[in-house]
């Protein structure tokens, strides 16, 4: 099959509700995409899966929803202010503005002119006003990654949940990055959600712990249904690696338009946690009186067996939100062509992350009978807690189900004139996949269900 190509998947997503331009009536805001209905849903289940397995699955792994709004002096000490920056640079015969390094062979990517400014730096960080009047330092961040909350909430959950290392926090949740040339749909967008667990390890152990997550993402995302062969782990050079790292493997995907990263595995050292800290070394701390004087404020683990205290060491799986959605839409879009002739075009989305789970269709629209019986059937299915059933009572059952394989519909059940008038009573269903239908008893469809979605 040939591959899935972003014009595509742009058509779908608009086309059936799954993304849209933000601000469309007024021109679009650009770099900033909404999820309509379906967009949602997928979302959501993704998020939902990282979640499970993340914090759930383990007994390692605490979770945490801090503020976007981040003070001032946190991403001062984390080191954002001074170094979050990306080369700008401007062609100035066709005036478009681009990251210095995305250009190659020194050319315009737009134009093809050679004739380009240096290269300046411009820190990416989104500042905004707090409070009612407005200058000076009466300013926040929008948070550019969700990691710093977990860093100055380190103590605070350490207190209440009295963990030892190796353990780890988890954190979905928006963050904002002015991109110099946000591109490729919602592959790099100004405002985008991530999924980031640091992991507190003890010094020494980091780079075990680092090929260990390697290799425990990479499972995950082919659990979300990505090809093997379309992942690729590229080793960052000493040279590029940010202002935290050790080091750090890129997890790439191969997206319509091309490999690139979808989640980054970080060894971020102890410089998070040991910048804050000599930021509190720089205090007179009295909130936080602690029985071992010696750990006051500190963001620090005690060493039971050396008796000390000391500040761990952090592997940092961070994945986009947003970049996951786009790769498990270009692995589930697919066109077949059916013995008629006709293209089906349907998404092999895993069943976990279908927005619609079962669609109950009424043969006939205007059939009390069958559409109270749809009615019934979707109310004991929603019992189920698979996710969403949907009552699809648009009269049309072709286009019932050329939709449903559209989006992503694993199962739909149809409600037919056999189902009102014989008895035991049974329903068609028919799976998105094999497009093979097999009569099941209404008295059987909860436990059928269920079972399908275990
Ligand atoms: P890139 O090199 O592509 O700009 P990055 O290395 O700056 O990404 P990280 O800081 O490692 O990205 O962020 C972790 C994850 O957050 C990335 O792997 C990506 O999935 C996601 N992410 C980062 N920036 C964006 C963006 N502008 N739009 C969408 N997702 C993003």
Same mark, same amino acid.
């Given at each position: ?9 742009? =058509? ?72 979050? =920056? ?40 989104? *500042?905004?006003?707090? &409070? ?42 928006? =963050? ?74 890129? $997890? ?55 008796? *000390? ?10 994945? &986009?939100?947003?970049?996951?959605? $786009? ?21 092999? $989305? ?34 189920? &807690? ?32 056999? =189902? ?35």
């Amino acid at each position: 099959m040939p591959a899935t190509t972003m014009d595509q998947l742009v =058509s779908l997503c608009k086309r059936r509700g799954f993304i849209f331009q933000n601000a469309d009536i007024y021109g679009g805001l650009q770099g900033v995409y909404d999820f309509g209905p379906l967009g949602v849903e997928l979302k959501n289940n993704l998020k939902a899966a990282w979640w499970r397995s993340m914090v759930y699955e383990r007994d390692d792994v605490e979770g945490l929803d801090a503020a976007i709004l981040t003070h001032r002096k946190v991403l001062h000490y984390s080191g954002h202010e001074a170094t979050f =920056s990306d080369p700008l640079t401007d062609c100035k015969r066709c005036k478009q503005r681009f990251r210095a390094d995305h250009i190659k062979d020194g050319k315009c990517p737009e134009c093809g002119s050679t004739d380009l400014t240096e290269p300046r730096m411009f820190n990416m960080m989104f *500042k905004t006003a707090v &409070g009612p009047i407005e200058g000076g330092d009466n300013f926040a961040y929008l948070r550019p990654e969700t990691a710093q909350a977990i860093f100055t909430q380190f103590k605070n959950v350490v207190d209440a949940t009295a963990r030892k290392a190796p353990f780890g926090i988890a954190q979905i949740g928006k =963050s904002f990055r002015n991109e110099i040339t946000p591109r490729n749909f919602i592959f790099r967008v100004r405002e985008f959600e991530q999924m980031e667990l640091e992991f507190f390890v003890k010094p020494g152990t980091d780079m075990e712990w680092l090929e260990t997550w390697k290799a425990d993402r990479i499972d995950w995302w082919i659990d979300q249904g990505l090809d093997k062969e379309k992942l690729h782990v590229h080793k960052i050079a000493k040279e590029d690696l940010a202002h935290y790292s050790k080091a750090t493997y890129d $997890l790439e995907y191969q997206f319509p338009h091309g490999l690139e990263e979808l989640e980054g595995i970080a060894d971020r050292t102890d410089y998070d946690l040991g910048n804050h800290t000599r930021y509190q070394d720089e205090l007179e701390i009295t909130a936080h009186v602690h029985e071992n004087k010696e750990a006051e404020g500190k963001l620090a683990l005690f060493d039971d067996e050396a008796k *000390k205290w000391y500040v761990p060491w952090v592997i940092e799986p961070s994945a &986009g939100v947003e970049r996951g959605v $786009l790769a498990v839409l270009t692995e589930a879009y697919a066109e077949e062509t059916l013995p008629n002739g006709e293209t089906r075009t349907l998404l092999k $989305l895993k069943k976990h992350l279908a927005p619609v789970k079962v669609a109950v269709i009424p043969l006939k629209r205007n059939n009390a009978e069958i559409v109270k019986l749809a009615a019934n059937i979707k109310a004991a299915l929603m019992k189920t &807690g698979v996710g969403r059933i949907m009552l699809e009572n648009s009269g049309n059952i072709g286009k019932a189900y050329r939709r449903h394989d559209e989006i992503g519909t694993p199962i739909c059940i149809t409600i037919d004139f056999e =189902s009102i008038e014989k008895q035991p009573a049974s329903v068609t269903i028919r799976n998105r996949d094999t497009m093979a239908q097999q009569r099941v008893a209404v008295s059987d469809l909860p436990a059928y269900i269920t079972d399908f979605f275990r």
